[in-house]
């Protein structure tokens, strides 16, 4: 055996300054391939959770339908811009507090849940922005304890969500400026079109928040509908959103992101999210899980999708009214 020695490297303005690449992991890779049901057994309560997706768009519906069978709670939810996946985690009240930018149901409104959790006093509502949240988690994912922002004079973000927002001085300037303290999560959970068995991540579609929610947690955990085989991004490592480093563990899971869409698999499903939406407007949400819930994702697929795989076709679509129509 040889001596190696320690070479150090100073880096240069050209190596600092260049953008990172993402390339797969190697089936070398300490990533968990679980059923769902184990997946969610390793969040605890009163565990911060991030949400992957973007409103009605490859929201982790799997794995928080699992929450609420395994009833999970005391949770603090984060996302950028939520949906169903944290308000019905406020209507089932397993939310302690939300940390977000918007929740609700685009064309179709506000969240009826969050809105009424909110409203009565149980649920703590964390407002911010878009822009706030995501400063946050990148502030966690660069290990700072905060991150600068501007953009928020005259705001009263800064008395709802006073929690994270503060107003500051520059100290170059000695300017008021603002700043956002870091967003850890505990458990960052996404959902994706396929992963590979080391946790490499591939998502048809927009990588909305994933990656920076996997960068900023303590542990990232994906439903994906597929599971690929070992080193399957090899060859086209350029084919990887979310690098397996970054991945705890992985569970596959058909129809993960039902009701929702999942770009490239499924359209949402709007006679399911109508019935949930008209089912929580009218306090009656337990209904809407009895005919739905199960007691796991098979009995939900059998009761929700069987029979109706080709009406939920992925169509590329810009319109709540119109599904298969198609803007030039």
């Known amino acids: 055996m040889g001596t190696t020695t320690a070479t150090t490297i100073i880096p240069t303005m050209a190596t600092t300054m260049s953008t990172p690449t993402i390339t797969a992991t190697s089936s070398s890779t300490m990533t968990d391939v679980v059923n769902l049901s184990t997946l969610v057994e390793r969040v605890d309560d009163g565990s911060t959770v991030g949400f992957g997706g973007k409103t009605l768009h490859r929201a982790p519906m799997a794995f928080v339908r699992e929450l609420v069978r395994q ?9 950028l811009a939520n949906s169903m996946d944290v308000d019905l985690l406020a209507g089932t009240d397993q939310l302690e507090a939300a940390a977000y930018g918007y929740v609700g149901f685009e064309a179709y409104g506000l969240a009826p849940n969050v809105r009424q959790a909110i409203e009565a006093g149980e649920l703590e509502a964390r407002e911010g922005t878009c822009y706030t949240v995501a400063t946050g988690l ?12 501007a953009g928020l004079a005259g705001s009263d973000l800064l008395d709802v969500g006073s929690d994270y927002l503060a107003e ?12 956002v303290r870091r967003i850890r999560p505990d458990v960052a959970v996404v959902h994706a079109t396929e992963a590979d068995t080391s946790g490499n991540v591939r998502f048809d579609g927009a990588d909305l928040t994933e990656e920076l929610l996997a960068k900023a947690a303590r542990r990232t955990f994906v439903t994906a509908e597929r599971i690929v085989e070992p080193d399957a991004f090899a060859t086209d490592p350029g084919a990887v959103d979310v690098p397996g480093v970054l991945v705890d563990a992985v569970a596959e899971v058909p129809y993960g992101g039902h009701p929702c869409s999942c770009p490239g698999a499924y359209e949402y499903d709007r ?3 109508e019935s949930y939406l008209e089912h929580s407007r009218s306090n009656d949400l337990e209904d809407y899980l009895e005919g739905v819930l199960g007691e796991d994702e098979s009995t939900y697929r059998a009761a929700s999708i069987d029979g109706r795989e080709s009406a939920l076709e992925w169509q590329p679509t810009t319109s709540l009214d119109s599904p298969t129509e198609v803007s030039s």
């Open 71 to 79: 009833d999970v709670s005391n949770l603090v939810a984060v996302g």
């Open 138 to 149: 990148r502030a966690a994912s660069q290990g700072v304890g905060y991150l600068p922002v």
């Open 168 to 179: 500051t001085t520059d100290p170059f300037t000695g300017e008021s400026t603002y700043a």
């Open 271 to 273: 006679d399911n999210l």
